[in-house]
């Protein structure tokens, strides 16, 4: 069997990705992001981002054929986010890929956002990496460590935060030092003068207790919490706020606590690389300390390029591909979206 011609849809956020990819190739990745529309808001409204993926369902799916340079007519497959995420986005992408199956007669296959962050990487120019690997997913919507065997059969979530996602983290504390959403380039900004090491903010779920319970799982919401008593101290004193400083101190936290996660399970899984995806990836010091740490552990570290590590519509084309190369049958119509639909 020739590879797939795989039409991916994902609306579990605020972007209305479509990608279209054939077996590993990437084809075409269109995104239609509502993120202005919930700037004013601090933070992504479901309410508005159901609504904007309603209206640009119909112009992506046009524009990632055009891209792909193919039509409905070639297409094999349809694939789409049915959770987790957001209950009334995942609706809006979930309707319109049974649509599209229905009306053209294709195999639609639903599957896991986040072990879709994990096949974005089979779709990098270079050889995709192996498994197993660990792969830490950090964005807005969720921070999760998974254990990933293999793509299609084998997926074990390690931990995940029991609070705020790290991108919120960047996204609140970013408010509170008056920048605006999404904070977290904003705070990277900020963060490359300041010194990381002027403020010792906590390091959530590290502590001796936390080790059993919750060794793989993070907490954000007392660092954010840290952060604003800090400002809230220094402004009663009359001090200066060193925005820099709390900027590179929070961010320090946050690169500090991840990587230290995630080399634990790479150590005790005897799993020899770690894999990045999300949106927050972006960040500069999660990168250098990630190359630092992996490389001082002797743990290969894979990290796509960051069109793939955003929520995108290609890597839930990529899995569905995979899901059909490895004769997996198509899901039946009576699946619905699930926000807490587990890997
Ligand atoms: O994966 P993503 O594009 O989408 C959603 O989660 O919907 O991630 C967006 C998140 C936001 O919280 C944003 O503030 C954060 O990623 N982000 C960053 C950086 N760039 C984006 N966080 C830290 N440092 C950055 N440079
Ligand atoms: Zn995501």
């Known amino acids: 069997m020739s590879a797939p011609l795989v039409l991916g849809i994902e609306t579990s956020c605020d972007e209305t990705g479509v990608g279209i990819v054939r077996g590993t190739e990437l084809l075409a990745n269109v995104i239609a992001s509502s993120m202005d529309e919930h700037a004013r808001y601090g933070g992504v409204v479901p ?7 309603l209206e640009a369902m119909n112009p992506t799916i046009t524009a990632a054929l055009a891209e792909a340079g193919v039509t409905l007519d070639d297409l094999d497959a349809i694939a789409v986010t049915s959770g987790p995420g957001l209950a009334g986005a995942l609706m809006v992408g979930v309707g319109a890929a049974k649509a599209l199956a229905v009306s053209r007669d294709l195999p639609l296959y639903a599957v896991n956002h986040l072990v879709g962050h994990v096949g974005a990487d089979l779709l990098a120019d270079d050889a995709p990496f192996e498994y197993p690997t660990i792969a830490l997913l950090v964005s807005g919507g969720h921070t999760s460590l998974l254990l990933v065997r293999d793509l299609v059969s084998d997926v074990e979530l390690l931990g995940e935060t029991i609070d705020d996602a790290a991108g919120e983290a960047f996204d609140k504390v970013a408010r509170l030092l008056g920048q605006p959403y999404p904070g ?40 954010k919490t840290a952060v604003a008593r800090w400002v809230e101290r220094a402004t009663d004193a009359g001090e200066h706020v060193p925005l820099d400083d709390v900027a590179a101190s929070f961010r320090e936290a946050v690169a500090d606590v ?21 949106g927050v990836v972006a960040n500069a010091r999660i990168r250098e300390l990630a190359a630092e740490r992996t490389s001082a552990a002797g743990v290969a570290l894979r990290i ?15 899995l569905g591909a995979q899901l059909i190369m490895a004769g997996r049958s198509p899901s039946t119509l009576d699946f619905g979206a699930d926000s807490t639909l587990p890997v």
């Open 47 to 53: 309410e508005v981002a159901a609504r904007a993926h």
């Open 184 to 223: 977290g380039p904003h705070i990277d900004r900020l963060a490359a003068t300041g010194d990381p090491t002027a403020i010792r903010f906590p390091r959530g779920l590290t502590q001796a207790k936390d080790r059993e319970k919750h060794r793989y799982d993070f907490s954000f919401s007392g660092l």
């Open 258 to 278: 991840l990587l230290t996660k995630a080399l634990a399970a790479c150590a005790d899984y005897g799993v020899p690389r770690l894999l990045l995806g999300g």
């Open 304 to 318: 796509p390029p960051l069109s793939l590590c955003t929520d995108n519509g290609a890597m839930i084309a990529a």
